[in-house]
Each structure stands twice: as structure tokens, then as C-alpha cells.
């Protein structure tokens, strides 16, 4: 995954995460954001419109949602990132915790 940080249009940084190991607790977090009836049935664009619609609810679960995934990165950047792809890096990541979830259901059974 990859953030980038804007001047104007100009991206002047890029933080990059190539592998996140998502822990329980964002799990949570994102359960808490999005309902996930809404998120199971979605294709992309929806997921995308869901999370552009719960981003001005949750700010500061985000930004920290964001700091933990790419390290360093600071509120000043994040005021300088463009919120299509901050979305799409949160629908990335609610997939990945479905499939995760699905693959350690479906191990148990």
C-alpha cells in the first residue's frame, strides 16, 4: 500500500507498507466504523462511497488507523493526503480482515 502526501498536486512524500499484519484491535475498530452487512455486500465502489461517507465520523480512529500502518507518518501529513486514496487504502484493509476472518473460520471447521 501506498500513501502519498500532496503539495497542491504535487506529491512531495510517499509512505509505503508492503505487508501489514492487521491486529485485533483495528479489527475492532473498523467493526465499530462500518456496519458489515454494508461492507459484505459491496463491490469496490460501494465499500469506497461507505468509507468516504464514515471517514468524517471517525477522524481520529483514521488517523490513527493510519499512523499504524505507516510509520512515521504525522497528523500535518495526513492533512495533506487525498482522501480518494486514504478510502481506498481502508477498503484494502477491510477486505483483508474479512478474508482473514473467513480464512480462520473456514480452518476450524
Same mark, same amino acid.
Given at each position: 500500500?501506498?500513501? #502519498?502526501?500532496?503539495?497542491? #498536486?504535487?506529491?512531495? *512524500? !510517499?509512505?509505503?507498507?508492503? #505487508?501489514?499484519?492487521?491486529? /485485533? ?8 466504523? /462500518?456496519?458489515?452487512?454494508?461492507? =459484505? ?7 469506497? *462511497? ?7 465520523k471517525s477522524? +481520529? !480512529?483514521?488517523?490513527?488507523?493510519? *499512523?499504524?500502518? /505507516?510509520?512515521?507518518?504525522? +497528523?500535518?501529513?495526513l492533512r495533506?493526503?487525498?482522501i480518494k486514496?486514504?478510502? =481506498? ?10 478474508? =482473514?476472518?473467513? +480464512?480462520?473460520? !473456514?480452518?476450524?471447521?
Amino acid at each position: 500500500m501506498i500513501l #502519498n502526501i500532496y503539495n497542491k #498536486n504535487t506529491i512531495i *512524500k !510517499s509512505y509505503e507498507c508492503e #505487508n501489514y499484519d492487521i491486529k /485485533f484491535g483495528v479489527v475492532e475498530d473498523v467493526i465499530e466504523l /462500518f456496519d458489515m452487512d454494508d461492507i =459484505q455486500k459491496g463491490d469496490d465502489i460501494e465499500l469506497i *462511497k461507505l468509507v468516504g461517507k464514515t471517514i468524517p465520523k471517525s477522524l +481520529d !480512529s483514521i488517523k490513527d488507523l493510519m *499512523k499504524d500502518i /505507516f510509520d512515521g507518518l504525522t +497528523d500535518e501529513e495526513l492533512r495533506n493526503v487525498k482522501i480518494k486514496e486514504m478510502a =481506498q487504502i481502508i477498503v484494502t484493509i477491510i477486505k483483508y480482515a474479512l478474508n =482473514q476472518i473467513s +480464512d480462520g473460520i !473456514s480452518k476450524k471447521k
